[in-house]
């Protein structure tokens, strides 16, 4: 289904990681779908000195340097950051070596980028689209509450149910290097859809999906199936699966063609105050409380459907 109105308006969120450095380049190679007004980085994956600069070497490797880049917070609101160079390497974009990008960062901070653009653009026509911890965001709502519900949607990759977690045995990484700022985020009053690791771990990277990466031949496919070849390694030992997890991109595959996944709307909350369960999306899955849904929460992808529409999409790049 090809969107027949004018492409959706998003802000990507991001701690660029290889998966999402996929999703930009699926986001980029999708202007009939998306129109990406920006990239606003967070410490995450690694730092945010490296958050900032992988964004902009995946811009460059789209052949988008014209986007704008963002640099934003570079710790959570109240704790200390935790990072993720075990799974993603010290650079956060480990695998081949990338040469430093050309472009520069726009000038400003993520956070007051998030804010004028929502303030600037018309209410309900701007859609958030994080890919790491959710400071930024959480950072801009408490700033200037008043464009939360200027906000269309959220859509973001965090959490998890039935898998429970990746980081802690309860959490899901990007939740629980910030939980203060998912709290603040899912109890907003805007509409958000979840990736959890439910529907990201049934979206895995084997050797033919890698292979038709590579086989593009173009400088996007083979970056894509190296990056996949360097984090794979740890997700395969990990989990002991056929592959790993392409967790970001299934956010812009999700505006792209929302067919691809099932979910439910339900009630999420995030665990801020527990040594054992920190960071922990409680997600009422099966309807046993009495509290008000606030996000539909996905639990199924067509993985083969995923893979195509990634596969075309950065073809074009």
Request: aromatic share 6%; net charge negative.
């Amino acid at each position: 289904m090809t969107n027949p109105s004018s492409p959706r308006k998003i802000i990507i969120d991001t701690d660029p990681g290889q998966d999402d450095a996929v999703a930009i380049l699926l986001a980029l190679g999708s202007p009939e779908d998306v129109e990406v007004l920006g990239v606003t980085a967070v410490a995450g994956n690694v730092p945010l000195a490296l958050t900032q600069k992988n964004a902009r070497i995946v811009c460059e490797l789209a052949g988008k340097p014209e986007t704008k880049v963002f640099a934003g917070c570079e710790a959570p609101i109240s704790r200390k950051l935790v990072t993720a160079e075990h799974v993603h390497g010290k650079t956060g974009l480990d695998g081949p070596v990338m040469p430093d990008p050309e472009m520069e960062l726009s000038e400003g901070h993520a956070v007051d980028f998030i804010i004028e653009t929502l303030r600037s653009n018309d209410a309900g026509t701007v859609t958030l689209c994080p890919l790491g911890p959710l400071t930024n965001i959480a950072v801009a709502f408490q700033k200037a509450p008043d464009i939360i519900e200027r906000v269309q949607e959220i859509v973001l990759m965090g959490g998890a149910y039935f898998e429970v977690g990746n980081i802690t045995p309860a959490a899901e990484f990007n939740i629980y290097v910030d939980p203060e700022a998912a709290d603040i985020v899912f109890k907003s009053g805007v509409p958000i859809t979840v990736m959890p690791l439910d529907v990201t771990h049934k979206a895995l990277t084997t050797k033919p999906r890698v292979d038709a990466f590579r086989n593009l031949g173009t400088k996007p496919g083979v970056m894509v199936a190296e990056w996949t070849d360097f984090f794979e390694r740890f997700d395969k030992e990990k989990y002991g699966s056929q592959g790993a997890p392409l967790h970001d991109p299934c956010v812009i595959a999700y505006l792209i063609k929302p067919e691809l996944f099932k979910g439910r709307h339900i009630n999420v909350e995030i665990e801020t105050g527990s040594e054992l369960t920190l960071g922990m999306t409680v997600a009422d899955w099966w309807g046993v409380t009495d509290r008000k849904p606030n996000a539909m929460f996905m639990g199924d992808i067509d993985a083969d459907g995923f893979f195509e529409l990634l596969t075309e999409r950065i073809a074009r790049l």
